[in-house]
């Protein structure tokens, strides 16, 4: 069974410039995560899908961020304009409704760097 | 509110002798309890997880983690210890009904040869 897979695993740009991110999570998963992951931090919830619709997002900076997950597969994270402060590691994450309960899977992340 | 607390930022050990991570928690109710581990460059992989039933879990790569109730803890250990466990550990708490976690800020672990 293929994981969740993340593309681009590293990018570089400079402030103001804009970014963005592509999750695919495991097949038949219905719940999709974006964690933000600062140096020295664990892993802080930005955003939870299920299927093509938002659930929580209460800390998503809605000001520069922004994800969709459009026809509840694939899902794509975007910032825009770039903030030093945004320098992290992007996870994704997906988990089955029902089943194995509470697992969430995740991919091997995107790491930002903004310059 | 929901917190999960990892005390220790670094531990090292040497290769053979045995870890303990600690990891305490705060949620009004039975929590759903996970440890994920996260080498340089990767994702979080599931190590154990608690849900109900047994307080004594085991997970891959010889882990095993104890659910304490009256303590709320739930620590990590493996009795002997290898080169290759050397990674970051997190713990995480997840809250039922809206499945999110919250983490710990990881504890990193570096083992001695």
């Known amino acids: 069974e293929a994981g969740v897979a993340q593309s681009p695993r590293y990018k570089i740009i400079e402030k103001r410039q804009s970014v963005a991110f592509w999750c695919n999570p495991i097949?038949?998963?219905?719940?999709l995560y974006w964690y933000q992951q600062i140096l020295g931090q664990g892993p802080k919830l930005l955003i939870q899908f299920q299927n093509n619709g938002v659930v929580d997002d209460s800390q998503l900076p809605k000001d520069r961020f922004s994800a969709e997950r459009l026809k509840g597969v694939d899902s794509t994270l975007k910032i825009q304009p770039a903030k030093l402060e945004d320098s992290a590691v992007y996870l994704c994450?997906?988990?089955?409704?029902?089943?194995?309960?509470?697992?969430?899977?995740f991919g091997a992340g995107t790491r930002l760097s903004v310059l | 509110a929901q917190s999960v607390t990892q005390p220790d930022i670094h531990i090292t050990v040497s290769e053979g002798a045995s870890l303990e991570l600690r990891c305490n928690y705060s949620?009004?109710?039975?929590?759903?309890l996970f440890w994920y581990v996260q080498s340089p460059g990767q994702g979080l992989q599931l190590l154990l997880k608690?849900?109900?039933?047994?307080?004594l879990v085991q997970g891959i790569k010889g882990f095993e983690a104890e659910f304490k109730r009256s303590q709320s803890s739930f620590n990590l250990r493996k009795p002997s210890v290898h080169w290759s466990d050397a990674a970051e550990y997190f713990c995480a708490v997840g809250a039922s009904g809206t499945y999110k976690y919250i983490f710990g800020t990881g504890t990193r672990l570096k083992v001695l040869a």
């Open positions: 608690y849900f109900s039933g047994d307080t």
């Open positions: 097949s038949g998963h219905a719940t």
């Open positions: 949620y009004g109710a039975t929590p759903y």
């Open positions: 994450a997906s988990r089955v409704a029902g089943g194995t309960k509470n697992i969430q899977y």
